[in-house]
T-cell receptor
């Protein structure tokens, strides 16, 4: 019962470095998304995908790229890390349609620090 | 532009008493409302939801109330237990396809034994 798996759990980057945050789910969910959580801000949507090959931007997409080549995986790429991207990142998934009111399943998060 | 607001960063209640967590929203297009609970070092977990066609939804000790005219919802926990101590996030969405959910900043609930 893995659910949503995020790796790594912690990461420290230097300004300008790039990296990929991994997210995988084993529930055959169509919908996957990335959020960042900052103090006093709640969770803000970065990018989302409604199925393999389909992605779109959320509230705060700048500085991030995503792709969805399979149903299971939804990696988030930081192209050139900046201190403003220091945050906790959560990946989430859900079925679309009638299961929506059942909410998202979240991963346990990646704490990223950019120095 | 925070469309979903939780104005109380923290709440402390005694075990056995009622906990009431509040949430206000500004977007009148929101039709689906959810509450999530988050423990430290874990991701949020879904708790309870309500659609705008209802004004109340109950699940065991948890009840969510929705007042659409006031753009306000609340989560009641009765009776509160120490294991309920966590951060609670309110979330809202206008669409049935999940791509526009907005979250509040969270309220940290502490239930004292």
């Amino acid at each position: 019962n893995a659910g949503v798996t995020q790796t790594p759990k912690f990461q420290v980057l230097k300004t300008g470095q790039s990296m990929t945050l991994q997210c995988a789910q084993d529930m055959n969910h169509e919908y996957m998304s990335w959020y960042r959580q900052d103090p006093g801000m709640g969770l803000r949507l970065i990018h989302y995908s409604v199925g393999a090959g389909i992605t779109d931007q959320g509230e705060v997409p700048n500085g991030y790229n995503v792709s969805r080549s399979t149903t299971e995986d939804f990696p988030l790429r930081l192209l050139s890390a900046a201190p403003s991207q220091t945050s906790v990142y959560f990946c989430a998934s859900s079925s679309t349609g009638t299961d929506f009111l059942g909410g998202y399943t979240f991963g346990s998060g990646t704490r990223l620090t950019v120095v | 532009d925070q469309q979903v607001k939780q104005n109380s960063p923290s709440l402390s209640v005694q075990e056995g008493r009622i906990s009431i967590l509040n949430c206000d929203y500004t977007n009148s297009m929101f039709d689906y409302f959810l509450w999530y609970k988050k423990y430290p070092a874990e991701g949020p977990t879904f708790l309870i939801s309500i659609s705008s066609i209802k004004d109340k939804n109950e699940d065991g000790r948890f009840t969510v109330f929705l007042n659409k005219s006031a753009k306000h919802l609340s989560l009641h926990i009765v009776p509160s237990q120490p294991g309920d101590s966590a951060v609670y996030f309110c979330a809202a969405s206008a669409s049935y396809n999940n791509n526009d959910m907005r979250f509040g900043a969270g309220t940290r609930l502490t239930v004292k034994p």
